[in-house]
Nanobody, 121 residues
Framework: QVQLVESGGGLVQPGGSLRLSCAAS????????MGWYRQAPGKQRELVAA???????NYADSVKRRFTISRDNAKNTVYLQMNSLKPEDTAVYYC???????????????WGQGTQVTVSS
């Protein structure tokens, strides 16, 4: 059974920064690409960023040059550094394990519980 546990969300002012973390249980973490997704009220869940097992990345256009995804395979953890946050970044952010090491577009079956990010003054 795979468990994904997110942390690091909260309330931040526009222009501020947050770092999200997602700790994954189970073995062979490096075998799977990992993704961060978000869902705002009334909107569909969307891919924010994904990272392959050995580091290739993919970003949504709306977060390029502001967000950085990274992973520590020794710690089974994936991170999302979010800078220059905007009110439109407000959403619940979810971690997902993709189905292969190179899959950077489609989510797999395992989701975390989500962490709320609110950008407001």
């Amino acid at each position: 059974q795979v468990q994904l546990v997110e942390s690091g969300g909260g309330l931040v002012q526009p222009g501020g920064s947050l770092r999200l973390s997602c700790a994954a249980s189970g073995s062979s973490f490096v075998v799977y690409a990992m993704g961060w997704y978000r869902q705002a009220p009334g909107k569909q869940r969307e891919l924010v960023a994904a990272i392959a097992g050995f580091g290739r990345t993919n970003y949504a256009d709306s977060v390029k040059r502001r967000f950085t995804i990274s992973r520590d395979n020794a710690k089974n953890t994936v991170y999302l550094q979010m800078n220059s946050l905007k009110p439109e970044d407000t959403a619940v952010y979810y971690c997902n394990r993709h189905d292969s090491s190179s899959e950077l577009l489609r989510p797999g079956q395992y989701w975390g519980q989500g962490t709320q990010v609110t950008v407001s003054s």
